[in-house]
């Protein structure tokens, strides 16, 4: 079913989409198989993998949760192929019968994630996983969609300089749940205490975007399996205190339009891209564009109109 709703077939993709559907309106009806959805993201040797074995065998062996790994690649942008190396990077994970991991291309989607990712954490919900953990690309301007998915959104870094905190802090920071300042061991301890106060700080300092839940600072190391009790406290703690107060459900509800409106955005872009007479007129104004003769903003009025009007 996975396989279908990732598809770029118009025909596996409708087939995919009628069985999430379904999985969705049967969720509903009995109000159960509602996994914890869970965002990861970081910058490029933040060690998200190796988090994610270590917190995934912690919680499929210490706390019997069945666990999901959504974790996605990037697609080269020359070949349209993918890294999808996940499986290597997690080999005790992968061969845990009460985990299941899926490397998916993005395929270059806006934020890092397949414009069928909702769907995929759908279907794991109604294969009766306990746990969704989406891995994401890297980290971007783009990259925080992302949040528009998941119930937690966990930013994993890890320890460095204050330059790494700039680039982050008015970008990706701001949406956080969690910030683990992960390899907090050995001699990158006292760098990693460093890094958890200026994130610290950071924090303080932006909008509080919900009024029962503050973002919290941890230190882990993948290493030490301790510290996935820790995080799946915190975890749990984000869960109860949202699932009380309503803004859970809230939340799941707002993604659900947002999802929409974000498929719709996917679909007029490639429907825009293929369409013939954009297809013969595209090189043209880009080379336009580029010499200098004419501002993008006219180019695509243009043409925009050219496409509506052929459309």
Same mark, same amino acid.
């Given at each position: ?17 009628? =069985? ?136 994993? =870094? ?72 820790? =995080?799946?406290? =915190? ?77």
């Amino acid at each position: 079913a996975i396989t279908l709703v990732e598809s770029s077939h118009p025909g596996k993709r409708k087939r995919g989409q009628i =069985v999430a559907s379904s999985i969705s309106r049967h969720l509903r009806r009995q109000q159960t198989g509602r996994s914890f959805r869970i965002g990861l993201t970081g910058p490029p040797g933040a060690g998200k993998s190796t988090f994610i074995e270590m917190f995934g065998s912690f919680l499929t062996s210490s706390r019997s949760q069945r666990l999901a790994v959504l974790a996605v690649d990037p697609s080269s942008s020359t070949t349209g192929g993918s890294l999808l190396g996940d499986r290597t990077r997690m080999p005790q994970l992968s061969r845990d019968p009460n985990a299941y991991i899926r490397p998916s291309p993005s395929s270059g989607a806006l934020g890092g994630v397949t414009r069928s990712t909702s769907e995929t954490i759908l279907l794991c919900e109604g294969a009766g996983y306990d746990v969704v953990l989406v891995e994401t690309v890297g980290v971007g301007q783009s990259e925080f969609i992302v949040s528009d998915m998941v119930d937690m959104f966990i930013l994993i =870094v890890p320890p460095a300089s204050g330059d790494e905190l700039q680039g982050l802090k008015r970008g990706v920071i701001e949406l956080v749940d969690l910030v683990l300042v992960n390899k907090a061991d050995g001699d990158l301890l006292p760098a990693a205490r460093r890094m958890k106060a200026e994130y610290t700080s950071a924090l303080k300092l932006l909008r509080k975007r919900s009024s029962v839940w503050h973002p919290d600072v941890l230190m882990v190391s993948s290493l030490e399996s301790k510290y996935g009790d820790q =995080v799946w406290k =915190v975890a749990l703690d984000f869960k109860k205190k949202m699932e009380e107060s309503g803004k859970l459900f809230l939340k799941r509800s707002n993604q659900q339009n947002a999802c929409m409106w974000d498929y719709i955005k996917n679909e007029i872009m490639t429907s825009f891209r293929h369409h013939p007479a954009i297809q013969s007129q595209i090189h043209h104004y880009e080379r336009l564009v580029t010499s200098g003769d004419m501002t993008p903003s006219v180019a695509a009025d243009e043409l925009l109109e050219s496409f509506m009007t052929r459309h």
